[in-house]
């Protein structure tokens, strides 16, 4: 089992940054593909970024590439997922999701067993 925990939510204006930082244990981190999904009201959830084990590799959703940037910190268990020129579309409900890593699990589409419980992330105009 893998337990993850979200932060760094919060309400900002458009154009503003927010970092959200999402802790793991419970399962060697390193062994990990982690990602991060969002879900809007009324919308389905949707993949945003993924990243291997090593944070050599990552991948991105159309919407937020050039915007937002995932990294982690293997030392501390912990993946990030730094979002800059905040838009009211990106507002939505932030989960954070780890897979054991079979070398392509941090391309889009790939399924994730474990999942955080969620931060919410508003963005006014």
């Known amino acids: 089992q893998v337990q993850l925990v979200e932060s760094g939510g919060g309400l900002v204006q458009a154009g503003d940054s927010l970092r959200l930082s999402c802790a793991a244990s419970g399962r060697t981190f390193s062994t990990l593909a982690m990602g991060w999904f969002r879900q809007a009201p009324g919308k389905e959830r949707e993949f945003v970024a993924a990243i291997s084990w090593s944070g050599l590799n990552t991948d991105y959703a159309d919407s937020v590439k050039g915007r937002f940037t995932i990294s982690r910190d293997n030392a501390k268990n912990t993946v990030y997922l730094q979002m800059n020129s905040l838009k009211p579309e990106d507002t939505a409900v932030y989960y954070c999701?780890?897979?054991?890593?079979?070398?392509?699990?941090?391309?889009?589409?790939?399924?994730?067993?474990?999942w955080g419980q969620g931060t919410q992330v508003t963005v006014s105009s």
């Open positions: 999701a780890a897979t054991v890593d079979d070398g392509v699990a941090y391309v889009r589409g790939h399924m994730y067993p474990y």
